[in-house]
T-cell receptor
Framework: AQKITQTQPGMFVQEKEAVTLDCTYD???????LFWYKQPSSGEMIFLIY??????QNATEGRYSLNFQKARKSANLVISASQLGDSAMYFC??????????????FGQGTRLTINP | EPEVTQTPSHQVTQMGQEVILHCVPI?????FYWYRQILGQKVEFLVS????????KSEIFDDQFSVERPDGSNFTLKIRSTKLEDSAMYFC?????????????FGSGTQLSVL
């Protein structure tokens, strides 16, 4: 079964508009963490935002916010006032089984976001 | 900002050859990881390393794979006898701790092509 599902292979958005990237997850563990990473064309994976399963409030980091709906098992990334530099691949990931403190991330397929001028 | 450095950025090898991928994690980090991404597929966990030993590994990480921290700064992934299906982008990552909300810092990756 898919642990992390990103249903949007590609998104095209006008500059300065807000954009929502979808992510749903599947776990029976009550304790988990959700991450979003950005992968620009240069290849590196850049951490954007984190949401813990017990966090009461939605996470925010600058222009990034996470719309966390626990009952629906969704953790959508919202980017406000999009910029040309936001064009990249975006991955949703879930921390699974912290064994001996190790971070084992399970990734979704990713969404390629293109910002048009 | 400190970063995880991976070399080489591209590696081409013949099937059956050994390859070593190099990584320099961020200096004060204690946890190290390798992930890989086959073209068009998801990023997959390979192995995590802490306190000079493997803390967890995936099914992909079979006897052909090994990791090593030969000195205080480098973290290597060795593939003993490469197969065509090992062709992928390999990412090294590190984190300060194993805390639940700890972010992983990733390198830019090594694109491995097995011919």
């Amino acid at each position: 079964a898919q642990k992390i599902t990103q249903t949007q292979p590609g998104m095209f958005v006008q500059e300065k508009e807000a954009v929502t990237l979808d992510c749903t997850y599947d776990t029976s563990d009550p304790s988990y963490g959700l991450f979003w990473y950005k992968q620009p064309s240069s290849g590196e994976m850049i951490f954007l935002i984190y949401q813990g399963s017990y966090d009461q409030q939605n996470a925010t980091e600058g222009r990034y916010s996470l719309n966390f709906q626990k009952a629906r098992k969704s953790a959508n990334l919202v980017i406000s006032a999009s910029q040309l530099g936001d064009s990249a691949m975006y991955f949703c990931a879930m921390r699974e089984e912290v064994i001996q403190g190790a971070q084992k991330l399970v990734f979704g397929q990713g969404t390629r976001l293109t910002i048009n001028p | 900002e400190p970063e995880v450095t991976q070399t080489p950025s591209h590696q081409v090898t013949q099937m059956g050859q050994e390859v070593i991928l190099h990584c320099v994690p961020i200096s004060n980090h204690l946890y190290f990881y390798w992930y890989r991404q086959i073209l068009g597929q998801k990023v997959e966990f390979l192995v995590s390393f802490y306190n000079n030993e493997i803390s967890e590994k995936s099914e992909i990480f079979d006897d052909q794979f090994s990791v090593e921290r030969p000195d205080g700064s480098n973290f290597t992934l060795k593939i003993r006898s490469t197969k065509l299906e090992d062709s992928a982008m390999y990412f090294c990552a590190s984190s300060v701790s194993g805390a639940t909300n700890e972010k992983l810092f990733f390198g830019s990756g090594t694109q491995l092509s097995v011919l």
